[in-house]
């Protein structure tokens, strides 16, 4: 799999995909959505979709595809490798959504929650087949948050196709054990060749499998703990694992939105200016207020330097 | 720098007065800037962040952050502690220089004369909004108007 | 998420970053001193603050500083929790020999000005006098006697006004070139409604220049120079505060916020809206008394009681 395009800026998602079957332009299609990495600390998450004509099922059935997570790392390469060869009738696509992406998303003043991210990238993907002109009739997923939820969010926005929200849909759909695999793979890769834009010398690549309960994950962690920086933009900041760890071992950061939203902050601060306005918080003796040439600018006389 | 006693004190203003000799002699110290030291100034890449970071001293500042800076189509971006920055880099006003001033040994009292050398010249800085695109509006680019108007303020007048 | 630390109050302070008049740190010229911060008295407050001589004194600055919270920065491979930036801009001494000569002035006598600007609290004022301008600016405000080669001085109000008229005069320059936004504060509805558009921009500019100004002169002097300017003088905000009661602001605190935008649009244009909620936000949030005064100051809408 050629990550080459993800791998130029690992800071940002992502998009990347096979050539769109003839068939699949002509022919009703089933299309199968299923994702990679979410529960890990490390390392984009991979969204990936897999598409067929409904008629050809049976021929990706042959092709033996399974649930990646019982396959083995091997396996799933040589899985990737048949459907690329099934490229006449099989099509994929991709979102890496690179850490840094998930750590500021989810860190966001509004926040970005991870299944909002999820299911973004899933909508988009499917919106990507229709606008290649896939004939999509039929539509496998799994879940993400409540199954009825999500069912109907994609039902609305994509009528006219059927759509099947379902857990462990990775194990029941083929289509949906093909996309699983596409997106494991593509993980996988990215994450082993990962190339660190900080420029922190000789990495120790034996990160483990990036779950927090890892203890080689966990080892890692500790051990590349900057107290000012936190970690590189490897690590999702956003992820409790990463968050214990800064809090007891790095330099506090403090934003103007820390433990109330944005507006909040903004007002504490707006109303903080005005109140030194007028000339509270000032001594007794200089009760003039700063014109608010000064005060709209931040700007404070000083009595020691 | 002389320092005038307080001479006469009756009794009754004697606590008065002590409290005068306290502000006095701080407000009589001095602090001068070595300017010798400018030479030995360095002219480092300077970053202000929209948030306190609890620390002062060394940092991996390239390493981690200047290395992940991206500059494209006027708007730079960045990411710090997994939050997303957006920034611009400011000159300062025409004819004013950055300085970084610091004091290599404190005073154990507030009556004592200080000094502070030079560190660093800079003529530029970048400064760095919580996800908000920088825009003329930002209180720090506002601020940079101050010099111009003190000129008009503390300028002479015509006879 | 496990809780966020407090924040700890930053005391040790060893490093500023400051940006200063070239002049200020040039080498080259070899009878450039080295700069000092001295603590003077302030003019407006009576209180110290902080100022810089260069030049062997000939030069004076004064010393403010852009301080936003939450704030830091990296200088180079080095990162400081002050996230101030402190600005050393160009000060006219007269600003701070002015309370001196005003003090002695009223006795007056012409007097040498080195037996007028003393002061037991701050030392350093003396130096004031070895500022270039100081010498040739006395004549601004104080009439001058020359007896032999010593020269007395004796404070002069009306000159003194006339300086200040002329500083307003360049501050509105000033504020012009740099378009500055002086809309928005507190205006006599009378005047509002007396006058035509342009006037009351001018009056803006007027009113806001005075403000600048008398940041560095004492409050009598300020209310002086209102008069003579020819601007009404505006109750306070504190004033205000019935007709605001009236309002039930403490309910609806958003309308002073609507009034304010209205009021006042051509300033918030450029504003995302975002931050006028925030304001809004902020007259609900904070606590009643001050929120009274705040509504009351932005809503134009009040009678103003006029002196």
């Known amino acids: 799999m050629d990550l080459s395009e993800f791998e130029a800026d690992n800071t940002v998602s992502c998009r990347l995909s096979s050539a769109i079957p003839d068939v699949c332009r002509t022919e009703d299609c089933c299309l199968g959505i299923d994702e990679a990495g979410r529960g890990p600390v490390l390392g984009p998450m991979v969204y990936g979709i897999c598409f067929c004509p409904i008629s050809k099922k049976d021929d990706l059935k042959g092709l033996k595809v399974a649930d990646s997570k019982t396959l083995s790392e091997a396996e799933r390469e040589n899985l990737f490798h048949k459907l690329d060869e099934a490229k006449s009738f099989v099509g994929w696509a991709l979102q890496v959504l690179s850490p840094n992406t998930i750590s500021t998303s989810m860190l966001q003043r509004a926040k970005y929650n991870l299944n909002a991210l999820s299911h973004d990238a899933a909508i988009s993907l499917v919106q990507y087949a229709l606008d290649c002109g896939v004939q999509l009739k039929e539509l496998f997923v799994d879940t993400v948050g409540p199954a009825e939820k999500y069912q109907e969010k994609l039902s609305q926005r994509f009528p006219g196709v059927v759509v099947t929200v379902r857990p462990k849909a990775d194990s029941l759909f083929p289509i949906v054990s093909a996309a699983s695999i596409c997106a494991k793979v593509a993980r996988d890769h990215a994450v082993k060749s990962w190339k660190f834009l900080e420029d922190l010398g000789d990495m120790d690549a034996d990160y483990g499998s990036g779950y927090p309960n890892d203890p080689k994950t966990k080892s890692w962690l500790l051990k590349y703990l900057d107290p000012v920086f936190g970690y590189p933009q490897f690590v999702r900041f956003s992820w409790s694992t990463a968050q214990t760890l800064l809090d007891s071992k790095a330099v506090p950061v403090h934003w103007d939105d820390d433990e109330e939203d944005g507006e909040k902050a903004a007002a504490r601060k707006n109303c903080a200016s005005m109140l030194s306005y007028f000339g509270r918080g000032k001594s007794q003796s200089t009760a003039r207020e700063t014109h608010r040439f000064f005060s709209e600018r931040r700007l404070k006389t000083l009595d020691t330097l | 720098m002389k320092r005038q006693e307080v001479t006469y004190r009756t009794p009754e203003t004697a606590v008065e007065g002590e409290r005068s000799v306290q502000r006095m002699s701080s407000n009589g110290s001095v602090t001068t800037i070595q300017l010798g030291s400018v030479d030995q100034a360095d002219r480092p890449q300077v970053h202000l ?27 730079m971006s960045v990411s710090f502690r997994g939050r997303g920055l957006k920034g611009q880099e400011v000159s300062c006003p025409h004819g004013y220089t950055g300085l970084v001033l610091k004091e290599d040994h404190k005073p154990t009292t507030d009556q004592e004369d200080r000094t502070v050398r030079v560190s660093s010249i800079f003529s530029r800085f970048t400064y760095w909004n919580l996800e908000t695109p920088p825009n003329s509006d930002d209180v720090v680019v506002m601020a940079m108007a101050w010099p111009e108007l003190a000129k008009a303020i503390h300028g002479s007048v015509d006879d | 998420m496990t809780t966020k630390k407090k924040r700890s109050s930053n005391t040790q302070n060893d490093r500023w970053v400051v940006i200063a008049p070239d002049s200020v740190a040039d080498t080259s ?3 450039n001193n080295d700069p000092a911060f001295v603590r003077l008295r302030n003019p407006a407050t009576g209180e110290a603050s902080l100022y810089l001589f260069s030049s062997g004194d000939s030069e004076l600055y004064e010393v403010k500083a852009f301080d936003e919270d939450y704030h830091s920065w990296f200088v180079g ?39 007028v600007v003393m002061d037991e609290d701050f030392p350093a004022c003396t130096r004031l006098l070895s500022c270039s301008r100081t010498q040739a600016s006395l004549h601004h405000v104080a009439e001058e006697k020359e007896v032999g080669s010593q020269r007395f001085h004796r404070y002069n109000q009306e000159k003194t006004m006339q300086w200040l008229q002329k500083k307003v005069d360049k501050t509105v320059k000033a504020l012009k070139m740099r378009n500055i936004s002086v809309g928005g504060g507190v205006k006599s509805t009378t005047y509002i409604r007396m006058k035509q558009e342009s006037d009351i921009q001018e009056e803006d500019y007027l009113r806001y220049a005075h403000g600048l100004i008398s940041e560095y002169i004492s409050e009598d002097l300020s209310k002086e120079l209102l008069n003579v300017l020819g601007l009404p ?59 009274k005064t705040m509504s009351s100051f932005f809503s134009p809408k009040v009678k103003t009681e006029n002196n």
Request: aromatic share 8%; net charge positive; glycine share 4%.
């Open chain 3, 29 to 31: 010229k070899t009878d």
């Open chain 3, 77 to 115: 491979q080095t990162v400081q929790r002050d996230g101030r930036l402190l600005y050393i801009t160009p000060m006219d001494p007269m600003y701070l020999l002015l309370p001196y000569l005003i003090k002695v002035g009223k006795e007056g006598k012409f007097q040498p000005v080195q037996q």
């Open chain 2, 49 to 75: 962040l929209p948030c306190e970071i609890e620390q002062d001293g060394p940092a991996e500042v390239s390493c981690y952050f200047t290395c992940a800076v991206k500059d494209r189509k006027h708007e």
């Open chain 3, 233 to 291: 003088e505006i109750s306070s905000p504190k004033e205000l505060e019935p007709p605001s009661k009236k309002r039930k602001l403490s309910d609806k605190p958003v309308e002073a916020g609507e009034d304010y935008t209205k009021f006042n649009s051509a300033d918030f244009i450029r504003k995302p809206p975002k931050k006028m909620t925030a304001a809004q936000k902020s007259l609900a949030k904070v606590d009643k008394t001050g929120m």
